[in-house]
Structure formats: structure tokens, C-alpha cells
Nanobody, 126 residues
Framework: QLQLVESGRGLVQPGGSLRLSCTAS????????IGWFRQAPGTEREGVSC????????NYADSVKGRFTISRDNAKSTVYLQMNSLKPEDTAIYYC???????????????????WGQGTQVTVTS
């Protein structure tokens, strides 16, 4: 049974950086696209980024494009989300999830993903 575990929670100042990790146990992620999502209190879940199974294709929400970078190391069954130039509006719980396909959807929607992790808190504040 696949389990995804997010790590890298933190409290950073605006303009700072943080790297989140999503590590799988129980099975390989080699054949799955992986997505990162976030949800702030009182808001709907937002798709942040997705990476294909090979890592050769990525996409991002407009709100994070140019600031966040998704990558993966299949040998370590881990997907990363490097977050730079963080803003207070990036504050949220961040989740990773897997897609039951190798490619990412054109629009990153939660309904296309499963095996959700428990989430990790990111707080951006001065």
C-alpha cells in the first residue's frame, strides 16, 4: 500500500525559500505523475505543480510560476518542491498526491489524484 509523506514544513520570511519533500513508501512512484497541492484556511484546495513520471514534463499554477520548481528522484522515491521568493499568500498546508497515469493533466485538479499525504505546513510571515 502506497503511503506519501510530506516533509519540510517551516516558518519563513517573505522573500525566503523552503524545500518540501514528498517521499513514498510501500511501492515505487516510477510510473506515476506526482502533484503538489495547497490549501489555506477558508479556501479551496489549489493545484500548485505536477511532474511526470520521468520528470521530463512539469507544469505550474500561474500563482507560483517562476518561483517554484518541482523535481523528482525516482531512486529515492521522492518528489521535491523548491519554493523561492515566498509570499505571505503562499501560506498553506501543502500536500502531495499521485496520479494514476504517468503524465500530468493540463490543469492540476485534485480529482485526478489519489493517495494523498497528510500535509505539511508552510507559513510565510514577517
Amino acid at each position: 500500500q502506497l503511503q506519501l509523506v510530506e516533509s519540510g514544513r517551516g516558518l519563513v520570511q517573505p522573500g525566503g525559500s523552503l524545500r518540501l519533500s514528498c517521499t513514498a513508501s510501500g511501492t515505487t512512484l516510477d510510473y506515476n505523475a506526482i502533484g503538489w497541492f495547497r490549501q489555506a484556511p477558508g479556501t479551496e484546495r489549489e493545484g500548485v505543480s505536477c511532474i511526470s513520471s520521468s520528470g521530463g514534463s512539469t507544469n505550474y499554477a500561474d500563482s507560483v510560476k517562476g518561483r517554484f520548481t518541482i523535481s523528482r528522484d525516482n531512486a529515492k522515491s521522492t518528489v521535491y518542491l523548491q519554493m523561492n521568493s515566498l509570499k505571505p499568500e503562499d501560506t498553506a498546508i501543502y500536500y502531495c498526491a499521485r496520479r494514476y497515469r504517468s503524465s500530468c493533466p493540463a490543469k492540476i485538479l485534485g480529482v485526478d489524484f489519489g493517495s494523498w499525504g497528510q500535509g505539511t505546513q508552510v507559513t510565510v510571515t514577517s
